[in-house]
């Protein structure tokens, strides 16, 4: 069974940064796809950036480009979230996910494992 888990979350001033950090257990990343989502009170799960199985694909969700960057450690197994001058639109619980199969790096229902969620506050 795989385990994820986030870290990195807190409450920051607009223009400000944050490193997200998510680490598997079970197998380290490369093996997996994995997906960077954020949940906003009262508003469905979205994506925000992710990461092919070999690496080949990245992808960002048109409102992070620029300022987000997704990146992976395969010998330490953790995916991170770099986010920069964040917005008080970037306020949510952010997820990890990882996933076995997943050809949409977009669609959540792709991924086989969730972690916990961390939240991320901006204040403008």
């Known amino acids: 069974q795989v385990q994820v888990v986030e870290s990195g979350g807190g409450l920051v001033q607009a223009g400000g940064s944050l490193r997200l950090s998510c680490v598997a257990s079970?197998?380290?990343?490369?093996?997996?796809?994995g997906g960077w989502f954020r949940q906003a009170p009262g508003k469905e799960r979205e994506f925000v950036a992710g990461?092919?199985?070999?690496?080949?694909?990245?992808l960002y969700a048109d409102a992070v480009k620029g300022r987000f960057t997704i990146s992976r450690d395969n010998a330490k197994s953790t995916l991170y979230l770099r986010m920069n001058n964040l917005e008080p639109g970037d306020t949510a619980v952010y997820y990890c996910a990882a996933g076995t199969g997943t050809r949409d790096l977009r669609q959540p229902h792709q991924y086989d494992y969730w972690g916990q969620g961390t939240q991320v506050t901006v204040s403008s």
């Open positions: 990461f092919s199985w070999f690496g080949a694909t990245i």
């Open positions: 079970g197998r380290t990343f490369n093996t997996y796809a």
